[in-house]
């Protein structure tokens, strides 16, 4: 099954859709066993309340619109390896990886605002990956913003997602005033909509700034996770950590393009890691955003390691754990909490 997986095979579109299904057959087979909650209390934004409105007055919508979500962030994941090479081989276990480590998490399977901004997310990376090197960045600079802006409009949180684009300037661009001003416009458009909209003809105006606020609030918490979620996330930190390790030495022979692009990758998980911590409001709902450029990290480890008996190993630890987290979720054993 390893060479299987690590081949680039056809066949292995099959395999995550397999996957894909296994893991989300209890948000099908029984949508109302598992609450959407996540880890925090986030508070509705406006726009987010009305289509969740309508994804919970139509429960198979509710349930089939983040899976189609899912399946494609990571399709999404092997055509921005096949586009900027950042994996020297052509591969789908970025996507395999993103199904299975996305489905441990079983509080966001359902009508969920970080969906949405997984999608914009990806955007937002080949937004700035395209700024290298470019000799017209203030297109590319507007629209990150206004994706971050976007994705904040339902998912408030993701507008701490505009440090990454700051990042992005000084790992890539040399430094241009105006390009430094430029995402700030593309972050107050959609928001200049918005809050125009609310302000004239609604009496809702006050109440939004009030849910963004609140959304903002932040102070160091220890997740709140149960028994069997803690020694998961704590076996996700040992892959990645001796996965990293793998990484740090390959890096120093892919080109300088690629990797000040696992550079950003890296911000990513540290932006995510941070709110999961900080914001009272966040919970395991952003790990899936964490999640992104784990998988390329966890690729290269495949790929790369010489111990064959260890990638078997690295790979059932993954599947096994992602499996153990379902059943134990849904039969509800004791010792889960």
């Known amino acids: 099954m390893i060479r299987q997986i ?13 996957f894909a299904g296994l893991t989300w057959l209890g948000r099908f087979w029984a949508p109302d066993a598992v609450t959407i909650t996540g880890n925090g209390r986030l508070y509705a934004t406006p726009l987010w309340s009305n289509m969740d409105t309508w994804l919970q007055a139509h429960q198979w919508a509710n349930s089939l619109f983040p899976f189609l979500i899912l399946l494609l962030v990571a399709f999404m994941l092997v055509r921005i390896n096949r586009k900027y090479i950042l994996l020297n ?10 199904v299975l480590m996305s489905g441990a998490w079983l509080h966001v399977q359902g009508g969920h605002p970080v969906w949405l901004a997984l999608l914009l997310m990806f955007l937002i990376i080949d937004t700035l990956f395209q700024l290298y090197r470019s000799t017209y960045a203030l297109g590319n600079l507007y629209m990150a913003g206004f994706y971050i802006a976007l994705g904040s409009l339902f998912y408030v949180p993701f507008i701490f997602y505009l440090l990454l684009v700051y990042v992005a300037l ?10 430094w001003l430029v995402p700030l416009l593309g972050i107050a458009t959609p928001y200049l909509f918005v809050f125009t909209y609310y302000f004239v003809f609604t009496d809702n105006f ?9 959304n903002l609030d932040y102070y160091f918490q220890w997740p709140q996770l149960s028994m069997f979620y803690r020694i998961y996330v704590g076996l996700m930190l040992f892959l ?3 996965s990293s390790l793998i990484m740090a030495g390959s890096l120093r022979a892919k080109k300088v393009r690629t990797r000040k692009f696992f550079e950003l990758f890296l911000w990513i998980f540290i932006i995510s890691i941070a709110q999961f911590l900080f914001l009272p409001n966040v919970g395991v709902e952003v790990l899936l955003i964490a999640i992104l450029p784990t998988t390329f990290i966890f690729t290269e480890y495949m ?6 008996w260890s990638v078997t190993l690295f790979f059932y630890a993954i599947l096994l754990g ?3 987290l379902q059943v134990l979720t849904y039969f509800e054993l004791p010792f889960l909490s």
Request: proline residues 6%; hydrophobic residues 45%.
């Open 170 to 179: 000084i790992l890539l661009r040399p430094f241009i005033g105006r390009e």
């Open 240 to 242: 990645i950590a001796i």
């Open 89 to 98: 081989e052509r591969t789908y276990l970025p996507a395999l990886f993103f």
């Open 206 to 214: 006050e109440h939004y700034t009030i849910v963004i606020l609140n």
């Open 303 to 308: 790929y790369h390691t010489r111990r064959k």
């Open 6 to 18: 690590k081949s680039n095979r056809p066949g292995n579109i099959l395999l995550i859709l397999f």
């Open 322 to 324: 992602t499996m153990a």
